[in-house]
């Protein structure tokens, strides 16, 4: 186990020590220290290493992972695991806006609750919510699976492509070209693996699932006062 | 539009003439706005515009062919500890794998490292045929991220965080189901064969002052190697490029509205953002106030089709060009060859603009595999590798008559305006006079 104090080291050499395991790899195991809010810390990681960070980390922590494990023992900014491609990341406070925005694979675990626009525009990624998300999450998502353990904030889904989500709590709203789908045996065996790698203790039986109604993937007259849903819907 | 059918008597509308009444009756027709390709068609206010004065007895001109007139530009100074060293300052515009074929791709990669420029990918990714032949290459960092990924990211010579386009300022991309091709659906991790609809904003930040710490984390992933361009469609230029430097560009990338697009709405191409020559000065301003000029690049498109526009575009403040439209062009787009098949499609060379279609019959603007086929990137290379030299011996031969050995020297004094409304864009001189309208007393 390797340890580096952010208060004594830069963010510039932690990324590069961190960084260079890719192409020299000896160290898998690092806890990073009086992370203090700063930003880009642990980007551009790509070796298959533990990274423990204990205290608050600033935006784009974990930023385009690469096979590493990092666990943030506080809060996270905003774009935390952002266009991760493998790996995970899991923040044990609450993320800020965008949290898994973009990232292609890998799983995102965040055990409190996350702003707007989580999993924006994810591409493969998997994202657990131990609570609630804000508004427009998954916006443009085009693959993978969301799953908001709490409730979700408006316009869930917005213009979504292919992306799975399962929502425990209430929706505020669903967002254009968002529909509830049928919950079948293979969602519920898919969610309970999901819960199961996230740590997570709920049935699987208690979440509603959404995703594309595929309204709007072709441009047509119809499409042109596509909006939001208005009412709340209950689960 | 043809005059063949006006005669005395009849008397076309300048508020609805025939493309006007066409445009009307075909909206009525579909009910859905017109989608198309190319940059605006409509005149705005351009480098045609203005004029070079030649040395004669207070400048004193150099050998027109013979004598050194440097063309080199390094862009990315101000941070990037390997900057982008260009032998000439035209380069190849951010263009999609999707919106084109690969083998164009490819040829803009060959024509580029020919001569010593730099191309740029797209909104789509990058594809191994234009990081194999480009010698430098430019990997764009946009609003949609398809195919964006690290190992990418460090392959690049420069990164290109894309704010916005000139045909379409505040608009995403569009790339319709006809072009989805396996492998661009793959790459784009998008279901074949649905409209895509590129984002018209970064997922994950919203403002300059978050966009800051996202170039932050792009020099962290990249080792702080390679320069970071900020590219903006031209529209609050002044205050865009202000806050693209303080957001910690390396270079900007200004592009007016005559720049190009695969696909957009014609209503957006022909009606929002402004032409180059207004923004230009506006952007030399705002570096200059900053005392950023020369030392944040700037490199400006939209509309550069000549080594008179290169030239002019240098003297006007500009470190290098970027070439979209002209560049399609040199490889083939519109050429005469293909006059039966534009006409089977409703059109004529010099008029085809439906890009998005995917049926382009010079093979560039398409997926489909044997209209690609129909493209040979290595004659495409080398027809654009030609047309950067001839841009390049242009430019060089107006910096020679107004006395430079080096493009860069070229200054606006060497300018004036034919009318008053470039000499206000521009702010040089109305042609034979000491006028700059709006400037002064």
């Known amino acids: 186990m390797k340890t580096i104090s952010l208060a004594e080291t830069p963010v510039r050499e932690l990324n590069r020590q961190l960084q260079e395991q890719a192409a020299h790899f000896r160290e898998p195991d690092w806890r990073i220290t009086d992370p203090g809010g700063r930003h880009a810390l642990a980007v551009g990681l790509d070796a298959p290493l533990n990274v423990t960070i204990d205290g608050h980390v600033g935006y784009y922590c974990a930023g385009m992972n690469q096979q590493a494990h990092v666990t943030i023992n506080g809060m996270a900014g905003v774009g935390v695991a952002e266009n991760m491609m493998s790996g995970s990341v899991r923040v044990r406070g609450n993320a800020s806006q965008s949290a898994g925005a973009t990232a292609h694979g890998g799983l995102l675990v965040v055990e409190g609750d996350a702003s707007a626009r989580c999993g924006i525009a994810m591409k493969g990624v998997d994202i657990v919510v131990g609570g609630s998300v804000g508004h427009l999450s998954a916006f443009m998502g085009q693959a993978g699976r969301l799953v908001v353990c709490g409730d979700a904030g408006e316009a869930l889904g917005d213009s979504l492509y292919e992306v799975d989500i399962y929502v425990r709590g209430s929706v505020r709203s669903l967002g254009a070209d968002c529909e509830e789908k049928s919950m079948g045996p293979e969602h519920r065996a898919a969610l309970a693996e999901l819960l199961e790698a996230a740590g997570m203790d709920h049935d699987p039986a208690g979440f509603r699932r959404y995703g594309s109604a595929r309204a709007l993937y072709n441009f047509r007259v119809d499409n042109a006062f596509a909006g939001y849903g208005e009412e709340e819907i209950e689960s | ?441």
């Open chain 2, 1 to 441: 539009m043809s005059e063949q059918h006006k005669r005395p008597g009849m008397r076309e509308s300048a508020s609805f003439d025939r493309d006007v009444i066409a445009e009307i009756q075909r909206a009525a027709d579909t009910g859905i706005y017109d989608i198309r390709g190319f940059g605006a068609k409509r005149a705005v206010p351009h480098f045609d515009d203005l004029l070079f004065l030649g040395a004669s007895m207070s400048r004193y001109p150099l050998e027109g062919y013979r004598e050194r007139c440097a063309t080199d530009v390094t862009l990315g100074t101000r941070y990037a500890s390997q900057p982008l060293e260009l032998d000439i300052p035209v380069t190849i515009a951010g263009m999609s794998f999707g919106s084109l074929s690969a083998q164009a791709k490819e040829a803009l990669g060959r024509g580029a490292s020919v001569v010593g420029t730099s191309t740029t990918t797209g909104d789509g990714g990058m594809t191994a045929e234009e990081r194999g032949q480009s010698d430098k290459l430019v990997y764009q960092y946009l609003p949609s991220r398809y195919g964006m990924n690290p190992d990418d990211l460090r392959k690049a010579d420069a990164i290109e965080v894309v704010l916005g386009q000139g045909a379409k300022p505040g608009g995403g991309g569009m790339l319709m189901g006809q072009k989805i091709s396996d492998r661009v659906a793959e790459m784009r991790t998008l279901p074949k064969g649905v409209d895509q609809r590129s984002a018209c904003r970064h997922p994950d930040w919203t403002g300059p002052d978050d966009l800051a710490i996202k170039i932050e984390e792009l020099r962290e992933i990249t080792g702080g190697e390679k320069p970071i361009y900020i590219k903006i469609g031209a529209t609050r230029t002044y205050y865009d490029v202000k806050l693209a430097v303080k957001a910690g560009a390396d270079v900007v990338v200004l592009d007016g509205m005559q720049g190009g697009t695969a696909a957009t709405q014609e209503v957006f191409i022909e009606h929002v953002g402004i032409p180059l020559l207004s923004a230009l000065p506006q952007a030399v301003q705002a570096l200059q106030e900053l005392d950023m000029h020369r030392k944040v690049q700037l490199v400006v498109s939209g509309g550069i089709r000549s080594g008179a526009d290169v030239a002019k575009a240098m003297a006007l403040g500009a470190d290098a060009v970027s070439i979209g439209t002209a560049a399609l062009i040199a490889l083939g787009c519109n050429h005469p060859r293909w006059e039966a098949e534009y006409r089977t499609l409703g059109t004529a060379a010099g008029f085809y603009d439906d890009y998005h279609e995917g049926r382009d019959p010079a093979g560039i603007s398409t997926q489909d595999p044997a209209l690609a086929r129909r493209l040979d990137p290595e004659a495409g290379g080398r027809r654009l590798a030609n047309y950067l030299r001839v841009l390049t011996m242009e430019a060089q031969t107006l910096a020679r008559a107004c006395g430079k050995s080096h493009l860069r020297n070229l200054e606006p004094q060497d300018l004036v305006a034919l009318n008053v409304e470039a000499a206000a864009m521009a702010r040089v001189p109305l042609a034979g006079t000491g006028w700059v309208p709006g400037v002064g007393a």
